[in-house]
């Protein structure tokens, strides 16, 4: 498993994909906190979260397209099948790697917080509940993207089919806001993540968010592992 980790992190800078989703990534969250916070002169970071969050459907896709696809177009994926690895190893060895260079962005992308301690006083409790409710959501997002890159041996048809699942999940509590059915508006807030992450901006850490998220990142593993497992026996 470690050998697939290492090839996958190093893929990601042998190709300009790595360095293109950091250098978006930066830009992105730093044009996000100049926005909210410098110009807004305000310490208060709900708002950048906010905005970060509905970013990751654009970003997270960057590096969960290639994934499974790649394998698929180039005829690697056999030797995947063959290798001397459970496919669970595998699976979580992408995972783990897209995951690495997230949260390496993610962390590099904290470093504008400094600014906000050099003018004023911020929550800091909120600023880390916030990035570990981030950092969660994220991986949720990886093993999503992760799943829809089984799908498909078209990069691009992942990358479109990723943003476009990422963005049901972030919008369902718009949706369930304008449902008239209680029935429907409550289980529409259940399986919403932006709903979930309103705590941690609060500077409190959810429980039942957390466990959410992980699950939702085992449930889309578990089925990349499936899948896997059916070509396999095909």
Known sequence: MSAIYK??????????IGYVFLIVFLAVA??????????ATTTSLSSY???LLFSFIIMIPLITMRLMSEERKTKTE????????????????????AYTLFAGAFLLSCLNFITLYMFGNPNTMAIITSSVGALFIGAAFIAIGLFVSCLSENQFVS?????????????LSMTSDSSVNAGVRSVLKWVSIYDR?????????DLTAIIYYSSLCFVFLFLSVRLYEKRRWS
């Open 159 to 171: 990358a479109v089919f990723t943003i476009a699942s990422l963005a049901v999940f972030l919008v």
């Open 197 to 205: 992450y309103y705590y941690f901006t609060s500077g409190l850490f």
């Open 7 to 16: 090839k996958e992190l190093r893929s990601f800078f042998i190709t300009p």
């Open 78 to 97: 056999q030797l995947l099948l063959t290798a001397p690895v459970s496919l669970s190893g595998m699976v979580f060895a992408k995972f783990l790697a």
């Open 49 to 51: 979260f906010t905005i």
């Open 30 to 39: 730093g044009g996000i906190f100049s926005v909210t916070n410098l110009l």
